[in-house]
Protein backbone atom coordinates (compact mmCIF):
# COMPACT_ATOMS: atom_id res chain seq x y z
CA UNK A 1 0.00 0.00 0.00
CA UNK A 2 0.93 3.67 -0.37
CA UNK A 3 1.37 6.01 2.09
CA UNK A 4 -1.37 7.81 1.19
CA UNK A 5 -3.47 5.05 1.04
CA UNK A 6 -2.07 4.15 4.62
CA UNK A 7 -3.49 7.50 6.05
CA UNK A 8 -6.63 7.10 3.99
CA UNK A 9 -7.60 3.98 6.12
CA UNK A 10 -6.60 5.43 9.10
CA UNK A 11 -10.18 6.05 10.99
CA UNK A 12 -9.70 9.88 10.81
CA UNK A 13 -9.85 9.74 7.13
CA UNK A 14 -11.99 6.69 6.16
CA UNK A 15 -15.31 8.46 6.82
CA UNK A 16 -14.24 10.98 3.88
CA UNK A 17 -13.93 8.77 1.48
CA UNK A 18 -17.40 8.64 -0.19
CA UNK A 19 -17.79 6.16 -3.21
CA UNK A 20 -20.79 6.74 -5.42
CA UNK A 21 -22.90 3.85 -6.22
CA UNK A 22 -21.03 2.97 -9.94
CA UNK A 23 -17.98 3.51 -8.13
CA UNK A 24 -18.68 1.09 -5.60
CA UNK A 25 -19.95 -1.74 -8.05
CA UNK A 26 -16.89 -0.56 -10.59
CA UNK A 27 -14.65 -1.20 -7.28
CA UNK A 28 -16.08 -4.76 -6.61
CA UNK A 29 -16.15 -5.81 -10.41
CA UNK A 30 -12.15 -4.87 -10.56
CA UNK A 31 -11.52 -6.75 -7.35
CA UNK A 32 -13.86 -9.48 -8.54
CA UNK A 33 -10.53 -9.74 -11.52
CA UNK A 34 -12.90 -8.57 -14.43
CA UNK A 35 -11.57 -6.85 -17.41
CA UNK A 36 -12.17 -3.07 -18.19
CA UNK A 37 -14.17 -4.84 -21.45
CA UNK A 38 -16.04 -7.28 -19.03
CA UNK A 39 -17.04 -4.88 -16.47
CA UNK A 40 -18.85 -2.16 -19.60
CA UNK A 41 -20.31 -4.94 -20.24
CA UNK A 42 -21.77 -6.05 -16.69
CA UNK A 43 -22.52 -1.96 -16.33
CA UNK A 44 -23.87 -1.21 -19.46
CA UNK A 45 -21.56 1.82 -19.85
CA UNK A 46 -18.63 2.21 -22.17
CA UNK A 47 -15.31 0.90 -21.54
CA UNK A 48 -14.00 4.59 -21.66
CA UNK A 49 -16.23 5.10 -19.12
CA UNK A 50 -15.09 2.01 -16.82
CA UNK A 51 -11.68 3.77 -17.08
CA UNK A 52 -12.81 7.23 -16.06
CA UNK A 53 -14.41 5.60 -13.19
CA UNK A 54 -10.95 3.85 -12.22
CA UNK A 55 -9.48 6.85 -12.68
CA UNK A 56 -11.31 8.50 -10.27
CA UNK A 57 -11.30 5.94 -7.75
CA UNK A 58 -7.02 5.53 -8.06
CA UNK A 59 -7.78 9.68 -6.94
CA UNK A 60 -9.92 9.03 -4.37
CA UNK A 61 -7.99 6.22 -2.61
CA UNK A 62 -4.43 7.08 -3.24
CA UNK A 63 -4.33 3.19 -5.32
CA UNK A 64 -2.45 3.49 -8.14
CA UNK A 65 -3.06 -0.30 -9.19
CA UNK A 66 -6.00 -2.89 -9.84
CA UNK A 67 -4.92 -5.02 -6.12
CA UNK A 68 -3.95 -1.38 -4.48
CA UNK A 69 -7.87 -0.49 -4.89
CA UNK A 70 -8.94 -3.82 -4.46
CA UNK A 71 -6.67 -4.04 -0.91
CA UNK A 72 -8.66 -0.43 -0.23
CA UNK A 73 -11.85 -2.09 -0.90
CA UNK A 74 -11.20 -5.25 1.69
CA UNK A 75 -9.98 -2.73 4.58
CA UNK A 76 -13.00 -0.04 4.07
CA UNK A 77 -15.59 -3.03 3.65
CA UNK A 78 -16.55 -2.14 0.23
CA UNK A 79 -15.79 -6.19 -0.51
Known sequence: MTPAMVQMLSHSHRAYIELKPKERQVTKLI???KTYDEIADITGAS???IE???DSLFAKT????RL?????ALHTGIL
Open 52 to 54: HTR
Open 68 to 72: QLAKF
Open 47 to 49: KRA
Open 62 to 65: GART
Open 31 to 33: ADD
